[in-house]
């Protein structure tokens, strides 16, 4: 190596250290981002207590729960909104009975204490059509949903 070498690579060096050092933390963040992000944003749809318009609610869950993401995403929607000013898709103590997917149709069996109505309770025929929304917009490779109440058909004449 000659002196004007040298004299250059000395003049460059801070700046390549600090270059490969960037480049070295940006790397490192994107594999914590990457391995530390396990929640997916979620969108819930409520009904308007004062008028008759919908209150929308973002909330993160878990991506891959135990119970599987619809399951844990119909147990959220049932818990009801954070803001006070909704109203219920059904009556407090609704949970689900068992939810399942098969061929892009959801097959969802809730408890009897929907029937139960309620102030702050809308009508279980729009609750299920509400939900339905939710759920679809939420998960769009479910095309179509059976609602069951205690196992029996919820729209049975």
Do not use: H
Request: net charge positive; charged share 25%.
């Amino acid at each position: 190596m000659t002196g004007k070498m040298i004299k250059r690579l000395q003049k460059y060096l801070p700046q390549m250290i600090l270059t490969v050092l960037m480049l070295i933390i940006l790397i490192v963040s994107a594999v914590i981002f990457r391995a530390g992000n396990d929640r997916q944003r979620r969108i819930f749809i409520f009904p308007s207590a004062e008028n008759g318009r919908y209150i929308v609610e973002y909330r993160n869950l878990a991506k891959q729960p135990g119970q599987g993401d619809v399951r844990l995403y119909v147990d959220e929607i049932l818990l009801g909104s954070s803001v006070e000013r909704t109203r219920m898709l059904f009556a407090p103590g609704t949970v689900v009975r068992s939810c399942f997917v098969r061929d892009s149709v959801l097959f969802l069996n809730l408890s009897q204490d929907l029937i139960d109505m309620g102030e702050g309770v809308i009508e279980i025929r729009d609750g299920f059509a509400l939900l339905e929304k939710n759920i679809k917009k939420n998960f769009p490779k479910i095309k179509e949903i059976d609602f069951f109440v205690e196992g029996k058909s919820a729209f049975e004449s």
